[in-house]
């Protein structure tokens, strides 16, 4: 359902909300310490990389001549 408000709203967003209503998706809240996602889209400090480097899993293999 369109409403004058959302007329610009992309269908996308729209249909999103339908899985919502027919529980075929489930939205959660990720805190923004645990956006994994950030370490790929912007610069962060060391811990919060270091923070989320470890959360994916990667491991940092020492250099050794």
Known sequence: ???SKTKHIP???HFLI???AKQTVKMEYIP???QII???TKPLPKEPFDYLRNK???VLACATH
Request: proline residues 0%; without cysteine.
């Open 1 to 3: 359902m369109l409403y």
């Open 11 to 13: 269908i996308k967003y």
């Open 18 to 20: 339908e899985q919502v």
């Open 32 to 34: 923004t310490r645990e």
């Open 38 to 40: 950030d370490i790929f």
């Open 56 to 58: 994916l899993g990667i």
